[in-house]
């Protein structure tokens, strides 16, 4: 019991404490094309053949990539930095967007914060080994190690899994020229995240449906709160019906021992407690707590008895 106690306290789960403050997805109040566009369905949609699927899969990789290399390259705001053509990582992504629209680990949520979040440890472990030059320029790829699990970590407890993320944070620790760019890289990571899940939003809802789920499949909001407090009343109201029984069972045991023992006696209106006897109207009917007192006046007796004897 010890040891199932401890490993309860281990499992951490942070939706279990965001999950009731997130607001319920209200997707079906928009209109109907909207709705689609951002994967609300009434009813699950059907996978279309899967050399639709290649095709879509196909374009939607296509059109991704293109959008966030180009934005990278000739927006004005993010041209001055000099970013890469596009980061890497995010072509993995691309294949979990556009291709596995079903996993968990492609979902907005993940494809989205697991990138970023993976970024910040990324350049946080980047700045941390700069802090010593030489060092870093000896063993930088330690940094990247580092920086991986790092990511993977807080991916773990944040519930932000995206294994591109772990890409992500290898090259803000290692690659010279994400490194120049320091904190400038998150939001970049950030925005080509953004722009790659509108890319999958418009093209896999047209013959599938994606996402599955915003934030998460659970219940959230008012909803889940309303469900845990009935949950916490049910088990309220069972324990008090198992005390009663167990009270009612223990008041029955008591009663046979004792009816062993005891004489009723017709028209009596006196108890006679005696060492090993006891006589008492057949009307009167003993609870658990007078049937202990009167064991416990019989057993003073007893020892009085055998003292005196």
């Known amino acids: 019991m010890e040891y199932g106690r401890f490993y309860e306290r281990l499992s951490f789960d942070l939706d279990r404490h965001l999950n009731p403050y997130i607001p319920h997805n209200r997707l079906y109040i928009l209109p109907r094309p909207l709705q689609r566009l951002l994967g609300y369905r009434t009813e699950p949609q059907e996978e279309p053949p899967t050399a639709i699927r290649w095709i879509l899969t196909f374009v939607a990789t296509l059109g991704g990539l293109c959008l966030v290399a180009g934005t990278f390259t000739h927006a004005p705001g993010i041209a001055k930095y000099h970013p890469p053509v596009i980061v890497a990582s995010l072509g993995a992504s691309a ?3 556009y291709n596995a629209v079903r996993s968990p680990l492609a979902q907005p949520r993940n494809a989205i914060l697991g990138h970023t979040l993976s970024a910040i440890v990324g350049v946080c472990i980047a700045k941390l080994f700069q802090l ?5 320029a000896d063993y930088g790829w330690v940094a990247g190690a580092v920086g991986c699990a790092c990511a993977s970590l807080v ?25 120049a760019l320091g904190w400038m890289f998150i939001p970049l990571v950030l925005l080509g995240s953004v722009l790659m899940t509108t890319v999958a939003l418009l093209f896999n809802n047209t013959l599938r449906q994606y996402p599955m789920y915003w934030w998460t499949p659970q219940d959230v909001g008012r909803k889940l709160r309303d469900s845990r407090i009935s949950e916490k009343t049910d088990v309220e109201e069972g324990a008090k019906l ?12 008591l009663r046979h021992e004792f009816s062993n023992n005891i004489d009723f ?11 090993y006897q006891l006589r008492m109207p057949t ?14 006046l019989q057993e003073r007796i007893r020892m009085h008895a055998e003292v005196g004897g």
């Open 95 to 97: 294949i979990l967007d």
């Open 132 to 136: 010593n030059p030489s060092f870093f």
């Open 155 to 179: 991916m773990s407890i944040t519930d932000t899994v995206h294994p591109p993320g772990g890409a992500t944070a290898i090259l803000a620790s290692t690659e010279a020229q994400i490194i």
């Open 242 to 253: 198992g005390k009663q029984v167990s009270i009612t069972e223990s008041e029955r045991t």
């Open 265 to 275: 006696i017709d028209g009596a209106e006196d108890i006679h407690i005696m060492a």
């Open 283 to 296: 009307h009167i009917d003993l609870t658990q707590e007078e049937a202990a007192v009167i064991e416990k």
